[in-house]
């Protein structure tokens, strides 16, 4: 079965340092990943995807990830946090539901990413 | 590109009564939505899935005659919350996805609270 595990629950920071939100996935088959924000009293937001190709994806904003197959993981990383990146972050791995023909996203617990001035 | 908007925001019901919420995709064909639920500070848990012109797939545990989803067309779903009760209050999202994609589009979300 596939599961998404967010290692951190809350993450704090000071603004302009680097951050690491981390995400490790388990799978069987082939996955397709993504991360989104979710500000608060809002709904989620595509931060960024893994479908194929390059393993390093990038957001408008400064965010990346990297997909590593051989860990199981796709951690998000900035190399300078804004206070306005203060937000949750949720993983989430796409699961094939073949009778249906159709894909639902399984999500991580997510992770409270708490920039400080 | 690929909004997704919710109606209401927010809205406040008495015990028994339904309310229904609307999750439209406002500028691309909806093959599926997607209808959860988020708790405070936790994670969201699919209630259901549907495809435009079938029934809804309901997760385990989740009672489909509680939470009735209606998918009418490739813009439109609708979850009804039937004889709500104070523990049906909680935060409610809608997401859409496109046929042969994978990443879903979120709506903004639903506050619900039973009184």
């Known amino acids: 079965a596939q599961s998404v595990t967010q290692l951190d629950s809350q993450v704090p920071v000071f603004e302009e340092a680097p951050v690491e939100l981390r995400c490790n996935y388990s799978?069987?088959?082939?996955?397709?990943l993504f991360w989104y924000v979710q500000y608060p009293n809002q709904g989620l937001q595509l931060l960024l995807k893994?479908?194929?190709?390059?393993?390093l994806v990038k957001s408008i904003n400064g965010f990346e990830a990297e997909f590593n197959k051989s860990q199981t993981s796709f951690h998000l990383r900035k190399p300078s946090v804004h206070i306005s990146d203060t937000a949750e972050y949720f993983c989430?791995?796409?699961?094939?539901?073949?009778?249906?023909?159709?894909?639902?996203?399984?999500f991580g617990a997510g992770t409270r990413l708490a920039v400080h001035p | 590109g690929a909004v997704v908007s919710q109606h209401p925001s927010r809205v406040i019901c008495k015990s028994g009564t339904s309310v229904k919420i609307e999750c439209r995709s406002l500028d691309f064909q909806a093959t599926t939505m997607f209808w959860y639920r988020q708790f405070p500070k936790q994670s969201l848990m699919l209630m259901a899935t549907?495809?435009?012109?079938?029934?809804?797939?309901?997760e385990q545990g989740v009672e489909k005659d509680k939470f009735l989803i209606n998918h009418a067309s490739l813009t439109l779903s609708t979850l009804t919350v039937t004889s709500a009760h104070p523990e049906d209050s909680s935060f409610y999202i809608c997401s859409a996805k496109i046929r042969d994609r994978y990443e879903q589009y979120f709506g903004p979300g639903t506050r619900l609270t039973v009184t």
């Open positions: 799978s069987s088959v082939s996955v397709y």
């Open positions: 989430a791995v796409s699961l094939t539901i073949s009778f249906g023909g159709y894909n639902k996203l399984i």
């Open positions: 549907s495809n435009e012109g079938s029934k809804a797939t309901y």
């Open positions: 893994y479908l194929s190709g390059s393993t």
